[in-house]
C-alpha cells in the first residue's frame, strides 16, 4: 500500500516559501489504481515526485507497506508525461537500461528486453531508434521500460496527455490490464476526468493549492468493464463525471472585449 499521511509541502524561496501542499492524507490500496484530479498547478505532480522519493515532505509522511519513504524505492516506478527515451539508444537498449543500471548481465537483460518487447507489440522495433517511433509506440516503450524492473507500484504523471485520441485508449487499456494481471497498485495522475473514472478504483479530488484533499470517490467502472471505451459508454460513468466536475469547482474567468 501506498499512504499519504497528514503530507504538506512547499518551496523555498529567498523571501518566502509557497505551499503546494496542505495535510493530504489518502491511501492507494494493493493491487488497485487510484487517480488524482485537481485544479491546474494544484501539486498533483509534486505528490507523485514525493512518492518517489524525488523531494521530501514538509510535514507528515509517506508510506510504502508500512516503510517511510526517505529516497528513490525500487518497488516503485514512475512514468512521465515526455518520453524519457534516451534518442542515442535503440528501443531494446532503451528497455534494458535499468537493469543495466542495476548490474544484471547483458545477456540476460537483453533476453528479458526481448520478451518483454515482443509480450507488449513491438517486436521488430527492437533496433529501432525512438525518432523513428510513433509517439503511441515511445510510449509503449517507455512503458515496457518502467515494466523491465519489475516495480509493484506505478506513479504516472498524466502519460498519455501528449496521444492522440485513438492511441491514448489503447495504452490505457494497456495500462489497466496490466496493472489488473500483474495485481499492481497504480498512483494516476491527471487533468482529464474521463481517464480517471475510466481507469481507476477511485478518484481524490485535490482543492486549489495550497492542495487538500477535497473529497474522494469510490468507482468500480472499470472493473465492470472490459475496455476504457465500454466504461465510457455506461449510464453511470456519466453521473461519476457530475460529481467530480461539482466537486473540482473549476471556474474560468471571461475575458472582455472592452479596454479597461
Known sequence: MLEFRDVSFAFAGRRASTEVLDHVSFACPDNEITAVVGPSGCGKS????????LRRPSGGVI???????????????????HSTLLPWRSVEENVALGLEIRGIARGERQAKARALIRQYGLGGFERKFPHALSGGMQKRAGLIQLLAVEPQTLLLDEPFAALDAQTRLVIEDEVVKICRAGRRTALLVTHDIAEAISMADRVVVLTKRPASVKAIFEIPLSRQAASVAEVQAMVEFTAYFRRIWDALEVSVPILSDTAS
Open 46 to 53: 509534486t505528490l507523485l515526485s514525493l512518492a518517489a522519493g
Open 63 to 81: 508510506l510504502v507497506d508500512g516503510h517511510a519513504v526517505a529516497g528513490p524505492d525500487r518497488s516503485l516506478g514512475m512514468l512521465f508525461q
